[in-house]
């Protein structure tokens, strides 16, 4: 019910309308890049993110926190969040020290910039876009253009409106909107800087799709979401990058409540090179939970998984190969499905095609391997093993 009324914000032409946002967002995240990062060292993924707060925070409350126009790097939404989502086997097992969360970012605010944006946005500001959109709507103002202003126009039922309910879901929508995409895009960064040659191929291709605009009027501008996602090379790239991400590391679970679920399938014993074949019975009302990782790695679909090898998502005919997005599950699938995926899809696309062309070129990683990239452990989110630094990079004089 309320996927339905979320679904209709984040639907493709939606998204599609916010465009000319987000292509502005990521021109100026590379100009702060390519400025801030000469011969200083950054963390990309903080850099990302403060691309990927900007679009989410316009989207949902109308207008941005403005962090890619701030002078550095700091503060940012990324590491308040993920200070949480350290917490969040505590809160899960634990549930009433989720009260204690807010209290901490409550004391913390106090001694950290981070913290502070974080409770501002969501403890503060958060609630008080959700009375305007209110108080908007009351007065017959159309305010449908923001999250808020969609959900109260739409019929869910009161409880579904209220205020804390609402906050919670504006939450829920910073966070995905902040991690998943630039967490991938880290990883791609990493990948395509560790190996020229892919760098060079995929630089190629979008050069040729800047070339190939008929408009002269839009010559050597860069080509729309549309136009950049029938591109293949750009788009295995792309898809490469999220199957090592992963999207969320942690289970998510199903709950079949009418019937029993047949699971039939092969199991190596470890230690064995034989396979058996194995068959159970799943009561109803039980939950079953998976991994991306799990599926991302299964050499059967992916051989030689750990390897960046965006070739694997092309054809003979160097097409896309559509029989592998099954196995894709960096946005999950079905009913429980990424309800942002259309606005990832759009971030992703130009970002790294800007990035790709004006950025890279320039870019050189800064004391960092690939402990630094791949996953170790799961909060929720994918992380890399204690102690990393993060995927860090330094831009070169031209």
Not at 306 to 325: C, I, M, S, T, Y
Not at 338 to 348: K, P, Q, R, S, W
Not at 382 to 391: A, E, L, Q, R
Request: charged fraction near 25%; charge should be neutral.
């Amino acid at each position: 019910m309320r996927r339905n009324a979320l679904g209709k914000f984040f639907s493709r032409g939606q998204v599609s309308r916010l465009e000319p946002t987000i292509l502005d967002l990521a021109q100026r995240l590379c100009d702060k890049i390519l400025i801030a990062g000469e011969g200083k060292p950054f963390d990309l993924t903080t850099a990302y993110s403060l691309f990927t707060t900007d679009v989410i925070s316009g989207y949902c409350l109308g207008e941005n926190l403005g962090l890619v126009a701030q002078k550095g790097w700091q503060p940012n939404f990324r590491e308040p969040l993920y200070a949480q989502l350290r917490l969040i086997y505590w809160f899960r097992f634990v549930p009433f020290l989720k009260h204690a969360g807010v209290a901490m970012a409550m004391i913390t605010r106090r001694i950290s910039a981070d913290m502070e944006t974080l409770f501002n946005a969501l403890i503060v500001d958060m609630p008080n876009h959700v009375k305007k959109a209110q108080a908007d709507k009351d007065n017959g103002l159309d305010n449908s253009t923001t999250v808020f202003g969609a959900l109260l126009e739409s019929d869910l039922p009161r409880p579904e409106k209220a205020l804390q309910r609402m906050t919670e879901e504006g939450f829920s929508l910073f966070a995905a909107g902040t991690e998943t995409v630039s967490w991938a895009l880290t990883v791609i960064t990493y990948h395509l800087l560790m190996q020229p040659a892919l760098n060079s191929k995929l630089a190629a291709e979008v050069r040729q799709a800047i070339n190939d605009e008929d408009d002269s009027a839009e010559a050597g501008r860069l080509p729309s979401w549309a136009t950049l996602e029938k591109r293949p090379y750009l788009r295995a790239v792309l898809h490469e990058g999220l199957r090592l991400s992963y999207g969320l590391a942690s289970r998510t679970s199903r709950i079949a409540t009418g019937e029993d679920l047949l699971y039939r399938g092969e199991w190596t014993p470890k230690g064995s090179t034989v396979s058996k074949k194995v068959e159970h019975v799943i009561p109803r009302g039980y939950a079953v939970g998976m991994s991306s990782v799990i599926t991302h790695h299964d050499e059967s679909v992916f051989p030689d998984s750990h390897a960046f090898v965006p070739e694997r998502w092309l054809d003979e005919n160097g097409q896309h190969r559509k029989q592998l997005d099954r196995a894709l599950l960096a946005f999950s699938k079905g009913s429980r499905s990424c309800v942002g995926i259309n606005l990832a899809y759009c971030e992703l696309y130009l970002l790294l095609a800007l990035l790709t062309m004006r950025v890279f070129p320039r870019m050189q990683l800064y004391e960092t391997t690939e402990k630094d990239v791949v996953y170790d452990h799961d909060f929720f989110n994918p992380f890399p093993v204690w102690g990393s630094k993060g995927v860090r990079a330094i831009i070169v004089k031209a």
